[in-house]
């Protein structure tokens, strides 16, 4: 099993070296995807070859932070003391208006959160990285 | 009518712990082999070839065939640990009966233990091990949490509710109760009430729709040729298998945009599993269908792969597998008998790599010799079907008496 670091308990992720642009961006607080330039699928997670058509040619993307939610699920129980501590706490899959599905935390307890329903990114601060988590759009 | 037979099961030995009676990964693995060897009337050095699932949780050790091996000072051709996940364990008899069909072997030992809740804190640990540690674990998912993406999409996608999810938890602990080693059978006979008045673990999943970390178990099966089998050792055949991976990840799942298995569905969608083409390998290589099928042991380990399962096997149409329970077909006197220990939700789950605890229950209820309670209808024919990861990989056995 590959060991996550911990980082004020906050597991950081296990860097790979496809994705380092994509840790990079958020540090500046951009949420970015890889987009393959020859058939034009947007690619993710991150990759060296196009999974789809198995090109080279992927260029990343800034994505707008839209999309809406696939599936979720509530965490009532918390897996170590550090996201016990946020319990309850909403992950699960959003539909990126690009056209891909992003694992994230969408913020709001189980009766504040729908399938469809239209999510925005923002972006927090967990250990020594900033990371995407989703929250509902204002609808005006 | 069944094709040829391609092995027989002519050994099975099982082995048990709980909190008060403790027995390491190692300690249950002797005593299943040992149990399980007498059983073939064949001592170790016969023994050509071992094939275990993962590395039990309860003892992480890399090539943990090897080790059992050499714990045993037993030397092989061959040995490794399968690992489509959880569905390795059941595939384990699948790449038996072909080194058997090669000539490369005569007796084969599949083989798994675990004892996850004795040695380790599962739930720490959980998702750390089965989730994407670049992009996922980030965000703090349980494995429940995981499989509730799926049971979300299936309850939006058919109209499935919790109500309905309480009738395989009801249904399973049914079995369990009268199991002398399920984990829930001091709790008796259930009814749905009691699920839903449950917490919740990760919405929609409450407790009792949730499988338990269940004491420990060992199980071990020798595997021969089908015409190596002597009147005396009660054999189980194994007429068809078949196997199938998609992912490692959900993430990976969620962004394929094809799927070379003709039945998985559009994608992207969380309520078909690799299970799909793994059974559908099986039937074919046993010419057997799913009414040709007396007995059912299935990875339930969150109450909605129950009916999910039981669609992809062929027993109802998609969205409808719930009625398989509603309808008692997996009951005692039903016509489908199902997880006849209890299953994942009420005997518990031992371990990551687990399915030789269903696995041994197929071979006790084939021979008449359950520990629990045996079906109306002494089964002739049965089904196991193992699956591993996030809805990873599923792999499917059909067994004859
Ligand atoms: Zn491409």
Known sequence: ?140 | MTAQPVAAIVGMGDAYATRADRKDPLQLAVEATVAALADAGITKNQVDALFTGRSPWADKRSQWNNIFASHMQMPLTFTSELTLHGAGLTATLAQASQMIAAGKAEYVLCLQSDATELFVDAVAMGAEADADPQFEVIYGPTIPSLYAQAARRYFHEFGITETDLAEVAVANQRWGAHHPHAAKAKHGEIDIATVLDSPYVATPLRRWMCSTWGGGTGGALVVTAPDNVRPHQKPVYLHGYGSATTHEYLSDRMNMRGCKFADFGTLPNLTHTATIEAARQAYAMAELGPSDIDMVQVSVNFAHMGPIVMEDLGFAKKGRGIDVYREGRTGIDGDLPTDTNGGWLSFGQPGISCNMDTLIETVRQLRGQPLGLAPTRKPETALVQGAGGMLAAGSVLVLAA
């Open chain 1, 1 to 140: 099993m590959s060991e996550t670091t911990a980082h004020n308990d906050w597991p950081q992720p296990y860097r790979l070296l496809d994705a380092a642009p994509y840790w990079a961006a958020l540090d500046e607080q951009r949420l970015t995807f890889q987009r393959c330039a020859d058939c034009a699928e947007a690619v993710w997670p991150a990759h060296s070859y196009c999974p789809y058509c198995a090109s080279s040619a992927l260029n990343w993307a800034e994505s707008a932070g839209r999309g809406t939610v696939y599936s979720f699920s509530t965490v009532m129980r918390g897996p170590t003391p550090v996201w016990a501590s946020i319990t309850p706490y909403t992950v699960g899959f959003v539909q990126m208006a690009e056209g891909y599905m992003l694992f994230a935390q969408i913020e709001g307890g189980p009766e504040s959160i729908a399938i469809d329903q239209d999510v925005t990114v923002r972006f927090v601060e967990r250990g020594a990285q900033t990371i995407p988590v989703f929250t509902a759009a204002n609808p005006g």
